[in-house]
């Protein structure tokens, strides 16, 4: 009965490559929710009680990927309670580890679409980086040393997952240099042609 498992897109791309931005976009137009590892782990890490506050600051400061099961388990706890069946999961998976860990817990349970890919320079990942960070993002990870870190974990660690569903043939890849409005232009051609 694979048509009544959730609906999965996982949404890749480098730092600032407009991840977020994009989802939001989505989220406007078709019935999916958007989950951002990133502010799920954010969010957790502000939590004064949470058992997993300093490692998550320590890995977002370092641009090191987070341990799966604590990501996972946001994003199974953020799924569950939504009420939602159509999911865009932003930032994740993006290292080995995430990978099987999702394979192994979620794998069997939710039907992938797609892998939503976001491609553009490094030159122009840095250039957004630091920007959101002159504009007072307040994100701890926008400053020229961290992000300089972002995009060596991306190219080492997160790549590699986008190349392995590349081979599956799930990847959609999206020119992600242009405008945002460009850039949604063909991400709204690829949502209709999935609607049921
Ligand atoms: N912008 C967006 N699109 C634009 C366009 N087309 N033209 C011009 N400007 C554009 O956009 C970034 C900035 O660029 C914004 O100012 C935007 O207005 C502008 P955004 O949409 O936020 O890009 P996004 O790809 O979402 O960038 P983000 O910085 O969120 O990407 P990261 O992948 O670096 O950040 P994330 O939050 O996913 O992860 C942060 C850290 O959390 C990681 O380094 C890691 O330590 C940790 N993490 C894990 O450990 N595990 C996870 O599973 C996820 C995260
Ligand atoms: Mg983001």
């Known amino acids: 009965y694979q048509h009544q498992l959730p609906k999965v897109v996982f949404v890749l791309g480098g730092p600032g490559a407009g991840k977020g931005t994009q989802c939001a976009n989505i989220v406007k137009e078709f019935d999916f929710l958007h989950l951002s ?25 370092r641009s090191k990927i987070v341990p799966v099961e604590i990501t996972l388990n946001l994003i199974r706890i953020a799924m569950a309670q939504s009420g939602k069946d159509k999911f865009l999961i932003d930032g994740f998976p993006r290292n080995k580890d995430n990978l099987d860990g999702w394979n192994l817990i979620m ?30 993002s307040g994100r701890a990870d926008d400053t020229s040393d961290v992000i300089q870190k972002r995009i060596q974990t991306y190219l080492n660690e997160s790549l590699p997952i986008v190349q392995h569903y590349e081979n599956s043939g799930l990847v959609r890849k999206i020119d ?6 460009e850039v949604f232009e063909d991400v709204k051609q690829l949502f209709q042609s999935i609607k049921d």
Do not use: H
């Open 37 to 61: 590892a990133g502010d799920l782990l954010r969010e957790e890490r502000k939590k004064p009680d949470s058992k997993y506050g300093q490692l998550i600051e320590d890995c977002i400061k």
């Open 107 to 136: 794998g069997k349970d939710v039907n992938l679409l797609f892998v939503l890919f976001f491609n553009c320079s490094t030159e122009t990942c840095i250039e957004r980086c630091m920007k959101r960070g002159a504009e007072g």
């Open 176 to 181: 992600a240099s242009r405008s945002a409005d």
